[in-house]
């Protein structure tokens, strides 16, 4: 056999034993990370990070989401479930129920005077109100009705309750870690609400509607004679945040220069601490001034962006996103992204949920800007 022919078969028998060793490791539920040239079908290193990913998406309120929430309301009573809502899951992560690879955003209608049972669970949560004056949300014996604009939290382990306490329908917004605590192998869910080892469907309320306001609305000021840990003590003790308040806060500064990358953007903190409201996610409320536009951002955590007032667009990795009130954009982590207002003149303000707290806690925060020039420059 000459040194050609030989060396050929060689090559075909190693590439057979190759076929056959990557056969095994599938088989028996293994993955090889290890590339012994670029000319192999198997790129280890391609596949290992070619993982399912969110994809910038942008869901439309008034197109999509309301018209099937009103057919629900039609079709799905609560006799059928203790729960009404639409979950957005990004064509990227499907079937995972998810909206961004950390965080999922929900839409919930309630029928006018429909409250449900108590439940608890270890996501956290937050309601945040679009329509009508009455939902309601009972967190931990503290009754909370709520409007457009208001967030509500409903932190890890802590008993609520929702509903609608008013004669017309009311419609709010969830953001949930539960991606992230279902990664973790975290959640779980439980129904068996008692007060004295009494079951009970309705939680008795055991402080004043306004506790929350009076307790915490004026920054700066802690009552000492009051037992701040509320619930299972891991997140803020303040479980309604007011929309009047943040709006007042805009306003204030609204003809500040703000952030070129972020515009006028403030976060919603636990009082008590001054950082975010969840160990796991925080939000923010963004004014952009008429006519502004941000400057690329591009960072690792993942936002959820839903539009509260005005209309505009935003730009993900060269994508043109238009967006109206009650919309949701999923901005996921590594994606370069900017916000343009519509409007000559009027503001547009964006809520916007993050991971960044989780990332934070695991040191993998990142954030890189675009300057005036189009250079990328290193921010965190």
Not at 61 to 72: E, F, G, V
Not at 256 to 269: F, N, R, T
Not at 319 to 336: I, M, N, Q, Y
Request: charge should be negative; glycine fraction near 8%; proline fraction near 7%.
């Amino acid at each position: 056999m000459t040194d050609t022919r030989a060396a050929a078969q060689s090559a075909s028998n190693r590439d057979a034993a190759l076929k056959a060793l990557y056969d095994d490791v599938f088989t028996k539920n293994m993955f090889p990370f290890w590339a012994s040239s670029t000319e192999i079908d198997h790129d280890e290193i391609k596949q290992l990070m070619g993982t399912q990913k969110a994809l910038p998406f942008l869901w439309s309120y008034k197109d999509d989401i309301a018209p099937i929430l009103q057919r629900s309301a039609e079709l799905i009573h609560m006799d059928d479930s203790e729960r009404r809502s639409l979950i957005l899951v990004n064509p990227g992560l499907s079937p995972r129920r998810a909206t961004v690879s950390t965080m999922y955003t929900a839409y919930r209608l309630n029928d006018p005077n429909e409250v449900m049972p108590p439940h608890r669970h270890s996501p956290s949560a937050i309601r945040f109100g679009l329509t009508g004056k009455s939902n309601f949300t009972g967190v931990e014996g503290e009754d909370i009705t709520f409007g457009p604009g208001d967030m509500v939290l409903t932190p890890i382990d802590a008993w609520h309750n929702h509903g609608n306490t008013g004669d017309e329908p009311a419609v709010n917004l969830s953001v949930l870690d539960l991606p992230l605590v279902e990664t973790l192998n975290a959640v779980y869910f439980e129904h068996d609400y008692a007060e004295s080892g009494v079951a009970k469907k309705v939680q008795s309320a055991r402080f004043p509607s306004d506790y929350s306001a009076r307790v915490y609305g004026a920054g700066g000021l802690r009552p000492r004679f009051i037992d701040h840990h509320r619930g299972s003590g891991l997140s803020s003790p303040m479980y309604v945040y007011r929309w009047d308040a943040m709006r007042e806060q805009l306003e204030r500064f609204k003809d500040w220069d703000g952030d070129p990358y972020e515009a006028l953007m403030i976060e919603y903190v636990d009082p008590l601490t001054g950082g975010p409201v969840f160990k796991t996610i925080t939000f923010f409320a963004q004014m952009l001034r008429p006519g502004e536009r941000t400057r690329p951002l591009r960072q690792t955590a993942s936002l959820l962006v839903a539009p509260f007032q005005g209309s505009g667009h935003s730009i993900v990795d060269g994508k043109r996103f238009d967006w109206a009130e009650f919309d949701t954009l999923a901005v996921p982590g590594g994606s370069w992204c900017e916000h343009v207002n519509g409007s000559e003149t009027e503001p547009a303000i964006l809520f916007v949920a993050s991971d960044e707290p989780a990332q934070k806690a695991f040191g993998l925060f990142r954030k890189w800007g675009r300057d005036a020039s189009g250079d990328v420059v290193r921010m965190i």
